[in-house]
């Protein structure tokens, strides 16, 4: 983002610096004493979290990072927080993808508005981040009874 300065010669100009980011500014991520990196991961702990907390959401997680999390929490004995999370994260802005499983008889165009505004908020206030787009995609409905479908997080140990 750039300013336009209109000046004439020999009149300094009254434009400040362009700003970029969310409104609350960029003063939790570089400041005069230093700069905050935030990692992808912790980015995208953040933006599962915040998703799984909508009502209507079963799961996150495709087919296959579902079977490929499943593995993984057999071996390391942990959950998959960021299954079905993709992030990109810059120094001042975060871009989310997410991939959803909607229990059925849920408005899915609610839920995503529902989805992006939790997620929106969670990263925003808590990175400092300005989060630029979150993407969903629907991959599954979860139907009553349908229990092939169940999340390993969410059984019984």
Same mark, same amino acid.
């Given at each position: ?10 009149? @300094? ?21 230093? /700069?905050?990196?935030?990692? %992808? ?37 942990? *959950?998959?927080? *960021?299954?079905?999370? @993709?992030?990109?994260?810059?120094? /001042? ?5 997410? #991939? ?9 165009? %609610? ?6 505004? !939790?997620?929106? !908020?969670?990263?925003? !206030? ?5 989060? *630029?787009?979150? !993407?969903? *995609?629907?991959? #599954?409905?979860?139907?009553?009874? #349908? ?5 390993? %997080?969410?059984?019984?140990?």
């Amino acid at each position: 983002m750039s300013t336009q300065m209109n000046e004439t010669p020999g009149q @300094a100009s009254t434009a400040g610096p362009a700003r970029t980011g969310s409104p609350r500014g960029n003063s939790e991520l570089v400041s005069e004493r230093g /700069r905050t990196t935030i990692s %992808d991961t912790v980015v995208a702990k953040i933006a599962g979290m915040a998703a799984r907390e909508v009502p209507g959401v079963y799961a996150l997680g495709g087919g296959m990072s579902r079977a490929l999390g499943a593995v993984r929490e057999r071996l390391t004995g942990g *959950t998959g927080v *960021t299954q079905g999370v @993709a992030v990109e994260v810059g120094e /001042r802005q975060a871009a989310i993808d997410l #991939d959803v499983i909607v229990e059925y008889g849920v408005s899915i165009p %609610d839920l995503a508005a529902g989805i992006r505004r !939790n997620v929106i !908020n969670a990263v925003e !206030n808590m990175c400092g981040l300005e989060v *630029t787009e979150v !993407n969903i *995609t629907v991959d #599954d409905l979860h139907l009553p009874g #349908d229990e092939a479908a169940e999340p390993q %997080d969410a059984r019984v140990r």
